[in-house]
């Protein structure tokens, strides 16, 4: 397993960074929309769809998505942003100690699909402009996931939510987070936030970004959570076998569903 792990992600990774650093803002949106068309289809699997609007969904997804980028108001796709980083810092809480059942709604399950996957990618291409700034953003829920299960593995006893992934600690939960508000730290800042208050000192801005590393952390774990909740709702382990070792797409980037948003949240709003 581990082999084909390692095997799939050194053909991944170099695909993903290409496509980073040398596609142009246009095709990278097109980029983009081909993951959503993946992600789509396992969504609508794992969310008990049927129909003419599950066979279609991997095409409604991206297309959904090109239409929202160029066709919308620059006001509506920020207010998108913002709407989808709130969902995940007070919606998805509330979500996951609830355990709604995801299959119950059918297909009014596309609606939240969109809601998922759309502002997801919109934030890729928002932040795209600066690809080593996007990089940085999608490898803190790598460090952050890495170093959880390290130290779960090591020193993990206290469950973090037994009913929906028995696998996760609270000790894995800490060696992540300190991993990330170490990454952080170390990471040049493109931006300085709050400037003009007590916060754009040194120190201010040493625990400014400590505050969004565990904030990032936070979204990241509960991006796997609800995944793995929507999983074992129906008895699945993965998403699909699209990525041999990995599961599939959704396995993969349920972490910067959650990220994403929030980022590009904070970055918007120092623009704004």
Request: net charge positive.
């Amino acid at each position: 397993m581990l082999k084909t792990r390692i095997i799939t992600a050194s053909v991944l990774l170099p695909v993903v960074l290409a496509a980073l650093f040398l596609l142009p803002a246009n095709l990278w949106v097109l980029f983009c929309a081909a993951l959503l068309g993946f992600a789509g289809w396992e969504w609508q699997r794992l969310s008990g769809m049927s129909g003419w609007l599950a066979k279609s969904y991997p095409i409604i997804v991206p297309a959904a998505f090109l239409a929202s980028w160029y066709g919308l108001p620059l006001e509506f796709r920020v207010g998108l942003i913002f709407a989808a980083a709130f969902f995940w810092v007070v919606g998805v809480p509330i979500w996951l100690r609830a355990k709604w059942v995801l299959s119950r709604a059918g297909n009014l399950n596309a609606l939240l699909g969109l809601a998922l996957l759309v502002p997801g990618a919109m934030a890729m291409v928002i932040l795209h402009p600066d690809g080593t700034f996007l990089l940085c953003i999608l490898m803190i829920a790598w460090v952050a996931d890495t170093f959880a299960y390290f130290t779960g593995k090591a020193f993990g006893k206290n469950k973090l939510a037994p009913s929906i992934s028995p696998g996760k600690s609270w000790e894995g939960v800490y060696g992540g987070a300190l991993a990330v508000v170490i990454y952080i730290q170390l990471l040049p800042k493109p931006i300085v936030l709050f400037q003009n208050t007590a916060f754009s000192s040194p120190l201010g801005q040493a625990f400014i970004w400590l505050v969004i590393g565990l904030l990032l952390t936070a979204v990241s774990v509960m991006g796997d959570l609800l995944e793995s909740l929507f999983k074992r709702q129906i008895n699945m382990k993965d998403s699909s076998n699209l990525l041999p070792g990995h599961g599939g797409v959704l396995d993969r980037i349920d972490s910067l569903l959650a990220i994403l948003p929030v980022s590009a949240a904070i970055y918007l709003s120092h623009l704004l």
